[in-house]
């Protein structure tokens, strides 16, 4: 019943989305050039890797030119990227890899092969979900590049506190997920919904 409800969602999304996607497409190109896509490695269900779609949200090859967490201020961040990252509309293209069934709308967000490779045992019980476009713990850590940003070392912040509190929150709302309360956590990343309510 959740996957039929992502894809019918996907799909209208996908159709009514299409003319402001086309729009920040245009406006990537024109003002950093192309590509307008980012495609990143992803670890999905059952530690299945998958490419994940993004608006590129930095300059080309910032992969390759700094960590893989992005920290308040980063200078890679382009200036239209920076608006994108505000907003959340970098993550839209992810419709996509929900119709391929790569990702839900609701579930843990697919880490990185460096930071899966990191998981206890325990934690690697979140590699049963499949990954989401938005999950409660993403409502929690919004800011996350916020509270990176001053650290010392932002990245063994990251992998000591961060991860494993999302990893927490993700096993947790799984183990009494389902469609109602999956509308709830859209409806709540939309701001349209009370977290506490949820």
């Not at 912040?157 to 961060?162: E, F, M, S, V, W």
Request: no cysteine.
């Amino acid at each position: 019943m959740i996957r039929l409800f992502d894809l019918l969602a996907a799909s209208l999304g996908l159709l009514l989305l299409s003319p402001a996607l086309l729009l920040i497409a245009a406006a990537i190109r024109l003002a950093d050039g192309a590509p307008v896509f980012y495609r990143q490695v992803r670890v999905g269900r059952q530690g299945r890797p998958f490419r994940i779609w993004k608006f590129r949200t930095m300059v080309v090859d910032a992969d390759r030119t700094g960590r893989s967490l992005t920290v308040g201020g980063d200078p890679r961040v382009t200036r239209t990227g920076a608006w994108l990252r505000r907003w959340k509309l970098d993550e839209l293209p992810q419709l996509l890899n929900v119709m391929a069934g790569d990702m839900g709308l609701v579930g843990p967000r697919p880490e990185v092969p460096r930071y899966v490779d990191l998981y206890t045992e325990a934690q690697r019980r979140v590699l049963e979900l499949r990954p989401g476009i938005t999950d409660l713990a993403s409502i929690a850590y919004r800011n996350e590049s916020d509270l990176l940003e001053g650290r010392e070392d932002p990245e063994a912040h990251y992998i000591g506190t961060i991860l494993p509190d999302k990893i927490r929150i993700n096993l947790d709302y799984a183990a009494r997920a389902g469609l109602l309360r999956n509308l709830k956590v859209i409806l709540a990343t939309l701001g349209l919904w009370p977290v506490d309510r949820i």
